[in-house]
């Protein structure tokens, strides 16, 4: 019977990996759900998942009747449940079977207990954005939980670009190209590339260039309100891509506009996550250091 105290009824479980591993932890959560009285639902996309007690449904009916989603895989499988599910108002828990899992933070190990508190209401949430991009004024805008990148099409060709901050001039580069990244998105690509990391609960918006043609090239931070244009100049062949899924390529004189959409990600997370301790555990911050309160 399904506690009325509880707040996720009806949850889906979501993977876009294929493994053994994934099937095991589904059929697992499926128990723990099912023994608490849930309904559990299975998006088709989920392929080749044969479950024990769900129901494999469309797309559109767990977008209408789903309470939470449940990603099993790593921060690649959240972003995916986040673009098809988070974006329309979906919370999205994740279980962590990847390597470093900035956003699925529960450990297989601790699935049960987890998933028992977080069904008793004890859990915390966190919002984050998304960026949406748009080439010139076509109708297709697409939607970045991390970063959207401007790159070059060929290795070790630059391109050249004009950055406008609220239709400001800010300047003109050659670069490989350049991240804007999400606080999100800053402990992915954008940190790979020696992006400052953010702290989720900043509202702003980086601005990385990638390998730039100068000496004074710096990161910059604008605050989420702002409105990004990026115009590619004839110099390089360019593409566009958007949390490393949708990519488009760009011609001579393409004006791309990125901003913060309405639609944001509600995470869900156990009681006590904690932003700085998921840095030491996962960047290896204090290692080689001595706790001499413990010694």
């Keep these: 019977m399904v506690n009325p105290k509880m707040k996720f009824k009806k949850i889906s479980i979501f993977s876009s990996l294929k493994a053994k591993k994934i099937e095991y932890i589904s059929h697992q959560l499926e128990e723990i759900l099912h023994n608490l009285g849930m309904e559990i639902l299975i998006p088709r996309s989920f392929k080749d998942y044969k479950s024990t007690f769900g129901k494999h449904s469309s797309e559109r009916t767990i977008l209408k ?7 099993i895989g790593g921060d690649g499988t959240l972003l995916s449940s986040a673009r098809k599910f988070g974006y329309y108002g979906i919370p999205v828990l994740g279980i962590n079977l990847g390597n470093l899992g900035f956003l699925t933070d529960v450990p297989p190990e601790e699935l049960t207990v987890s998933i028992q508190k977080i069904l008793q209401n004890n859990f915390e949430k966190e ?4 960026l949406e991009a748009q080439v010139n004024k076509n109708k297709d805008k697409g939607k970045a939980l991390n970063e959207v990148v401007i790159h070059s099409r060929n290795v070790a060709q630059l391109i050249e670009y004009e950055l406008f901050i609220d239709d400001k001039f800010v300047y003109r580069q050659l670069a ?6 999400t606080p ?8 790979s590339a020696s ?15 990638m390998f730039a043609h100068s ?4 990161p910059l931070i604008v605050d989420d309100s702002s409105k990004i244009q990026i115009k590619v100049c004839k110099k390089g062949k360019a593409s566009l891509s958007l949390d490393s899924h949708q990519n488009y390529i760009l011609k001579h004189g393409d004006t ?3 901003k913060k959409t309405v639609n944001k990600l509600m995470l869900i997370h156990p009681e006590g996550h904690d932003f700085y301790s998921s840095c030491r555990n996962k960047l290896g ?6 706790d001499k309160t413990k010694a």
């Design 256 to 258: 791309i506009t990125i």
């Design 215 to 218: 000496l004074n090239s710096r």
């Design 127 to 130: 919002e984050r954005f998304f």
């Design 176 to 181: 490989d190209g350049i991240i804007i990244s």
């Design 184 to 191: 999100t998105g800053s402990t992915a690509y954008s940190l």
């Design 285 to 290: 911050w204090s290692l080689g250091v001595i």
């Design 65 to 71: 009747e789903s309470d939470l989603i449940i990603a």
């Design 195 to 209: 992006g400052p990391i953010i702290h989720p609960s900043v509202k702003g918006i980086c601005l990385l260039p």
